[in-house]
T-cell receptor, first 111, second 112 residues
Framework: SQTIHQWPATLVQPVGSPLSLECTVE??????LYWYRQAAGRGLQLLFY??????ISSEVPQNLSASRPQDRQFILSSKKLLLSDSGFYLC??????????FGSGTRLTVV | GENVEQHPSTLSVQEGDSAVIKCTYS??????FPWYKQELGKRPQLIID?????GEKKDQRIAVTLNKTAKHFSLHITETQPEDSAVYFC???????????FGRGTSLIVHP
């Protein structure tokens, strides 16, 4: 069966520090992969999506970047975090126009 | 791009009542209509979905109905229970690449 792993679950980082969040998927090949951010309140903001290795589309210009070094690995990074980067980060995958399966999320607090 | 609206933004019901959440969309090419449930502090989870060739789908106490002409689809929950309390999102999408547009969410509160 397909599973998605996302870590860490929580993270407290100082302003200006780097960030690396990792997401891996098991049990499927060539998934579409996504990074979302959910700020206070409840909206889901699409940050990046990828339809294949090395293929990254950015939806929102910001100081974040994403990479897909392997078929089932998606990484969200930042060189220097801002206070406004705080939020709940969710990785997700889908295959063939089906619904999303979300990871368990990373709650990031930038202090 | 797709314009998605959910109504109501908050819905408060008594246990045992029914709840209906409506999602309107603008892109006539949308052909996939899912609903997600997000409990407090947890990830959103797909609870039911429907494709454009079907008008209604049921799964126990939940159902989704689609009106493609009017461009809206609705989530129906019958015999609500306190554990149904959560934020519900619609996310219509079109095409095989599947980049949905999420609604802003509806907070459902079920009072015991």
């Amino acid at each position: 069966s397909q599973t998605i792993h996302q870590w860490p679950a929580t993270l407290v980082q100082p302003v200006g520090s780097p960030l690396s969040l990792e997401c891996t998927v098991e049990g499927t090949s060539n998934p579409n992969l996504y990074w979302y951010r959910q700020a206070a309140g409840r909206g889901l903001q699409l940050l990046f999506y990828s339809v294949g290795i090395g293929q990254i589309s950015s939806e929102v210009p910001q100081n974040l970047s994403a990479s897909r070094p392997q078929d089932r690995q998606f990484i969200l990074s930042s060189k220097k975090l801002l206070l406004s980067d705080s939020g709940f980060y969710l990785c997700a995958w889908s295959v063939g126009g089906s619904g999303y399966t979300f990871g368990s999320g990373t709650r990031l607090t930038v202090v | 791009g797709e314009n998605v609206e959910q109504h109501p933004s908050t819905l408060s019901v008594q246990e045992g009542d029914s709840a209906v959440i409506k999602c309107t969309y603008s892109d006539s090419a949308s052909n996939y209509f899912p609903w997600y449930k997000q409990e407090l502090g947890k990830r959103p989870q797909l609870i039911i979905d429907i494709r454009s060739n079907v008008g209604e789908k049921k799964d126990q106490r939940i159902a989704v109905t689609l009106n493609k002409t009017a461009k809206h689809f609705s989530l129906h929950i019958t015999e609500t229970q306190p554990e149904d309390s959560a934020v519900y999102f619609c996310a219509p999408a079109s095409g095989g690449s599947y980049i949905p547009t999420f609604g802003r969410g509806t907070s459902l509160i079920v009072h015991p």
